[in-house]
């Protein structure tokens, strides 16, 4: 007699991926002399877990719950820079802030999908979010749930990832700027007293974004940040004396935002968002784009995108005006054949400076600022520029073309390059760009010069996403005559 039976048959699918990458260059200046010596070397590591529910294979499992893992690590380190430039102790070197190692947890989270019927979605641990407010880096957990009204509401709390404290080395960039924030160990109450010390920053926010209906997206979202700990009230203390600070958990940051996308697959498309910060009482950024499907081969777009600083609730540049930027311009893209396409744009951007001399009765001041006054504005000011483009691409073989030209008040600057990729028997990559850039900085017309430069690399792909290669960097212009670097890059990807 024979039995046969089966069971369910799970299985754990992983990734594991690495970037790696070396830098070896001088920054010299235009008598010959070293100011800095850089010997950088890059890497991540990244790691990927799924199916950890063990749901079972077949009809129907992208309907079941399901559990993930994922992270990235990044190590960035220099070992060129002068030791010094990292030590609190040595004040004619020392860079606050500066880390000849840091190390940082880009993102380490667990993901709950698809639970009580599809409803319930979280994640837990450190996570990036973007949306219609930035980029945004916390530790905490986020929480969505899925409603019938064709509407995903979402919920978040926890840490925002500030530079400085354990495991974040520079992912400060995603706080809001305007306080120099890091870790002070090691130093004197009175040495570079505007360098403050990290603290914990508790954060919450939420969302409610459309879902199930394939040609629109639409995304409302809000966010407050707090900080904690001590704040300088006078960057400039006798020496003897300790800073005088305030402390208290109060406001950082606390800002709206909207982002919306309708898609016509024939006709086109358009996007907009608006940012909205609480705390200063105005728009720091607006945009939309509108995308129009000018036949099969031909794109045509015109984007608006306005901009205005915003800072943290700390800094003191909430107390001084700043002015907008407004940029308008319009794209081309024509796919003429399976090999050729080509590009083209333009763009003007108008500004305000407030340089002009004190002019009584200006029309931005006003007896709650009267210190606007000392700097009117002097009037709307225009940059313009373009762009031409043109790509290549047959088998194995890539070529593109750029032009770029930008004229302003400042400065001009124009250029071109060419770039090319060639893949020999699917393994042996060779790389090159060759290139001439001018520019003219016309408040310092000494520094105006022509650079020529080209880059050479050479590479080999031992497995699918997995490339060795090397590349060689000449630059040579009038200011530092020639300047070399040298890169290494080796990326993997293993999976289970």
Same mark, same amino acid.
């Given at each position: 007699?024979?039995?046969?039976?089966?069971?369910?048959?799970?299985?754990?699918?992983?990734?594991?991926?690495?970037?790696?990458?070396?830098?070896?260059?001088?920054?010299?200046?235009?008598?010959?002399?070293?100011?800095?010596?850089?010997?950088?070397?890059?890497?991540?590591?990244?790691?990927?877990?799924?199916?950890?529910?063990?749901?079972?294979?077949?009809?129907?499992?992208?309907?079941?719950?399901?559990?993930?893992?994922?992270?990235?690590?990044?190590?960035?380190?220099?070992?060129?820079?002068?030791?010094?430039?990292?030590?609190?102790?040595?004040?004619?070197?020392?860079?606050?802030?500066?880390?000849?190692?840091?190390?940082?947890?880009?993102?380490?989270?667990?993901?709950?999908?698809?639970?009580?019927?599809?409803? $319930?979605?979280?994640?837990?641990?450190?996570?990036?979010?973007?949306?219609?407010?930035?980029?945004?880096?916390?530790?905490?957990? %986020?929480?969505?749930?899925?409603?019938?009204?064709?509407?995903?509401?979402?919920?978040?709390?926890?840490?925002?990832?500030?530079?400085?404290?354990?495991?974040?080395?520079?992912?400060?960039?995603?706080?809001?700027?305007?306080?120099?924030?890091?870790?002070?160990?090691?130093?004197?109450?009175?040495?570079?007293?505007?360098?403050?010390?990290?603290?914990?920053?508790?954060?919450?926010?939420?969302?409610?974004?459309?879902?199930? *209906?394939?040609?629109?997206?639409?995304?409302?979202?809000?966010?407050?940040?707090?900080?904690?700990?001590?704040?300088?009230?006078?960057?400039?203390?006798?020496?003897?004396?300790?800073?005088?600070?305030?402390?208290?958990?109060?406001?950082?940051?606390?800002?709206?935002?909207?982002?919306?996308?309708?898609?016509?697959?024939?006709?086109?498309?358009?996007?907009?968002?608006?940012?909205?910060?609480?705390?200063?009482?105005?728009?720091?950024?607006?945009?939309?784009?509108?995308?129009?499907?000018?036949?099969?081969?031909?794109?045509?777009?015109?984007?608006?995108?306005?901009?205005?600083?915003?800072?943290?609730?700390?800094?003191?540049?909430?107390?001084?005006?700043?002015?907008?930027?407004?940029?308008?311009?319009? %794209?081309?893209?024509?796919?003429?054949?399976?090999?050729?396409?080509?590009?083209?744009?333009?763009? *003007?951007?108008?500004?305000?400076?407030?340089?002009?001399?004190?002019?009584?009765?200006?029309?931005?001041?006003?007896?709650?600022?009267?210190?606007?006054?000392?700097?009117?504005?002097?009037?709307?000011?225009?940059?313009?520029?373009?762009?031409?483009?043109?790509?290549?691409?047959?088998?194995?073989?890539?070529?593109?073309?750029?032009?770029?030209?930008?004229?302003?008040?400042?400065?001009?600057?124009?250029?071109?390059?060419?770039?090319?990729?060639?893949?020999?028997?699917?393994?042996?990559?060779?790389?090159?760009?060759?290139?001439?850039?001018?520019?003219?900085?016309?408040?310092?017309?000494?520094?105006?010069?022509?650079?020529?430069?080209?880059?050479?690399?050479?590479?080999? %792909?031992?497995?699918?996403?997995?490339?060795?290669?090397?590349?060689?960097?000449?630059?040579?212009?009038? $200011?530092?005559?020639?300047?070399?670097?040298?890169?290494?890059?080796?990326?993997?990807?293993?999976?289970?």
């Amino acid at each position: 007699m024979v039995v046969l039976s089966s069971t369910p048959v799970w299985a754990l699918d992983g990734e594991v991926t690495s970037d790696t990458s070396a830098q070896f260059y001088d920054l010299r200046s235009p008598t010959g002399e070293t100011i800095l010596s850089r010997r950088r070397l890059t890497t991540t590591l990244g790691v990927g877990a799924y199916d950890l529910l063990g749901k079972e294979r077949g009809v129907g499992q992208e309907h079941q719950p399901d559990l993930v893992f994922r992270a990235r690590l990044r190590y960035d380190s220099d070992y060129g820079a002068d030791p010094n430039e990292a030590a609190a102790a040595s004040l004619d070197r020392l860079v606050p802030g500066f880390s000849r190692g840091p190390v940082d947890l880009m993102y380490a989270y667990v993901e709950g999908r698809r639970f009580l019927h599809g409803a $319930l979605g979280f994640r837990v641990g450190r996570q990036l979010t973007t949306d219609a407010l930035g980029w945004w880096a916390f530790d905490g957990a %986020r929480v969505t749930v899925n409603t019938p009204a064709y509407l995903t509401l979402e919920g978040c709390g926890g840490m925002e990832v500030r530079g400085g404290l354990p495991f974040s080395g520079a992912m400060g960039r995603w706080e809001r700027d305007g306080v120099w924030r890091g870790d002070r160990s090691g130093y004197d109450a009175s040495t570079y007293t505007s360098f403050q010390q990290a603290d914990i920053a508790p954060a919450f926010g939420a969302a409610i974004e459309a879902s199930g *209906v394939s040609w629109l997206q639409a995304r409302l979202s809000y966010r407050r940040v707090y900080n904690t700990g001590d704040s300088i009230i006078a960057q400039f203390s006798p020496s003897d004396t300790t800073p005088a600070t305030f402390g208290g958990t109060r406001i950082s940051s606390e800002r709206i935002g909207y982002a919306l996308t309708a898609t016509a697959s024939k006709i086109g498309s358009i996007q907009g968002g608006l940012a909205y910060d609480v705390y200063s009482a105005r728009f720091n950024n607006l945009y939309a784009t509108a995308d129009v499907y000018a036949g099969k081969k031909l794109t045509l777009s015109v984007d608006y995108d306005y901009y205005r600083p915003t800072f943290d609730a700390d800094s003191i540049f909430n107390f001084f005006a700043a002015e907008p930027t407004s940029d308008i311009g319009g %794209r081309a893209l024509f796919d003429a054949t399976k090999r050729w396409a080509f590009s083209g744009g333009a763009h *003007v951007r108008t500004l305000q400076n407030q340089t002009a001399d004190h002019i009584e009765g200006s029309t931005n001041s006003s007896p709650q600022q009267p210190s606007l006054a000392i700097y009117p504005s002097n009037g709307v000011e225009f940059d313009e520029g373009g762009n031409l483009g043109a790509r290549f691409k047959r088998m194995d073989t890539t070529l593109a073309l750029r032009a770029v030209g930008n004229w302003g008040h400042g400065g001009d600057r124009m250029g071109a390059d060419l770039s090319g990729e060639r893949v020999i028997e699917g393994r042996f990559v060779l790389t090159g760009r060759v290139g001439a850039w001018q520019w003219e900085d016309k408040l310092r017309p000494d520094r105006s010069a022509t650079n020529i430069g080209y880059v050479a690399g050479v590479g080999y %792909r031992f497995a699918p996403r997995s490339q060795a290669s090397f590349d060689f960097q000449h630059d040579i212009n009038r $200011l530092v005559g020639h300047r070399f670097r040298a890169m290494v890059w080796l990326t993997v990807a293993v999976f289970r």
